[in-house]
């Protein structure tokens, strides 16, 4: 794992941004598996800028996200659908063909799941994984517990999840329960992955994630198995690295 300290979430952002930038450079038609939530917002509104301003061109790119509530509707202000849309696929006019999320209004979900890792097979895997973590350790809705799913499935939220997360929801109950996630195993086929992390909160998931044993109790631990992980993170989220 490389580990890179910035001093603060600006700093984190515009360095997340250079380094997908840098990739995007190398290969016009990357591959990217998104993040949502509050931590990569600072990398997407970097990205969008650098596109306005000619310095990286997404046309040739595809993106798959992490995951999506289930069940959600995507015109809901609360689903990671229209999260993308403000904050990424619409402000740099991603083509929808190419910009692909998790169905949170699907009947079918065990066929939206596998439809959904065929897609990324299709699309020849994913080049760059960019991720958050959860305070409890968790990377997309791959919650600790005994096991871990490998592929896309149906997750149950965490308590500590619901709470996180009832943030952007009107109170702790409008939280959905479950979701569509990708797997350990679809996260750990990508051939690069940059985990960014910022604030207090998350600095002992980072201790455990960067120093402690692989264990499936911090799903995100099992990111020291693979052989090209960046974490970037600013001096708060840092503060159990010493
Ligand atoms: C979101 C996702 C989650 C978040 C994590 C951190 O697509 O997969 O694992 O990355 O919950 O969320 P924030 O950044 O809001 O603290």
């Known amino acids: 794992m490389r580990i890179a300290v910035l001093r603060d979430y ?27 939530g509050s931590t990569p917002l600072g990398l997407y509104r970097e990205l969008v800028k650098a ?41 740099l006019g991603i083509c929808p063909g190419r910009a692909h999320i998790p169905d949170g209004r699907a009947g079918d979900i065990a066929g939206v799941c596998s439809d959904y890792e065929q897609k990324i097979m299709d699309a020849g895997g994913i080049d760059l994984q960019i991720l958050g973590i959860g305070v409890n350790g968790h990377i ?19 308590a500590e999840t619901i709470a996180a997360n009832s943030r952007f929801f009107e109170d702790r109950d409008a939280v959905p329960r479950r979701a569509i996630s990708m797997g350990l195993g679809t996260i750990m086929k990508a051939r690069e992955i940059l ?3 910022s604030g207090s909160e998350k600095a002992r998931a980072i201790g455990e994630t960067v120093r402690g044993k692989l264990t499936t109790e911090v799903p995100a631990s099992l990111l020291q198995a693979h052989p090209r992980v960046t974490v970037m993170v600013d001096r708060a989220a840092a503060c159990c690295l010493r």
């Not at 700093?11 to 998104?34: F, M, Q, Y």
């Open 10 to 36: 600006q700093s984190l952002s515009e360095r997340a941004a250079a380094l997908v930038s840098a990739r995007i450079g190398k290969k016009p038609t990357a591959v990217l598996g998104l993040a949502t």
């Open 51 to 91: 596109a306005q301003r000619g310095l990286v061109d997404f046309s040739g790119v595809t993106t798959f996200n992490l995951d999506e509530y289930y069940p959600i509707e995507r015109e809901s202000p609360q689903s990671y659908y229209y999260y993308m849309q403000q904050h990424f696929w619409g402000p």
């Open 140 to 158: 997309g809705f791959n919650e600790p517990g005994a096991a871990l799913s490998a592929k896309t499935h149906l997750a149950s939220l965490s």
């Open 195 to 197: 985990l960014l992390a």
